[in-house]
């Protein structure tokens, strides 16, 4: 990986935003999922972009290189990450993973995205009440597990509801929880103000239809069905977006199938570039 630097922004509450740069080309600007960080959730696929892209993996506040701060309601996450964006100081593309599909409200807010690529995006809102009961019960084991201190098995628990056990079994080969354990504590303050926030949220269809780059939506084929239900909602209500599938992956795409995740990214992205 070429031209490693660090890129940082102060966010409009202070909270200095923080993420390694790898590589040459097209900016593209990477969101985490729920529990890790930039560099743990795409450091698979990096190796197959980074000859192509510039690639900021910024974290979220309270993770990796970003500072700390109490208030992690969604709309302050999505402040960071505009500014974050903006900050580049030429048009990029986002890339965002489960939780990260909050570029979905980056990209509706900021005019310095050119395209976005939305991988298995969560959209909470269309869960149902067998879905929303495993969820809960994933939440609480975490809760229980990290009150131990058991914080790698706290993660575990919490992934097992987006995760299959292929999976799983890929995670903990790769030592992906024990590495993202130490967030469980922020994760769990970050669920307990979901309710709390009041900005523009990534389910919403005026959301959706606000955004006005080209949108990428990927899935696994094998993933679960909130996850499928999310991607075609998202491709139904994005002005101009692309559904494709992912063969054989489910939810963790970026960490079982690094590769023909990134060829599809690159594929898109480099599709969407203006002529210079």
Known sequence: MSN???HFVTSTDGVEIGGAVHGQGPSLVFLPGGVGDGDLDWRASLPYLTGRFTCYLPSLRGRGLSGDHPDLRLDRLVDDLVAYVDSIGEMAGLVGWSAGGMVL???AQSDAVGAVA???PTMFSLMDDQSRAALGEAVTHMRELAAEGKLTEAARA???FPFNEEEIAVADESGYFDAIGRYV???LNQLSQTRESTGP???DPAV???ISAAVL???GSDTKPLFSASAHHVANHVPDATLREIPGAGHASPLTHPATLAEALAEFLLSTQQPT
């Open 4 to 6: 490693r630097h660090t």
């Open 185 to 187: 504590p922020t994760l």
């Open 217 to 219: 939506v990927l899935h």
């Open 201 to 203: 949220v990534p389910d």
């Open 105 to 107: 409200a980056v990209a």
């Open 208 to 210: 959706l239809g606000a």
């Open 158 to 160: 919490f992934l097992g």
């Open 118 to 120: 939305a991988v298995e």
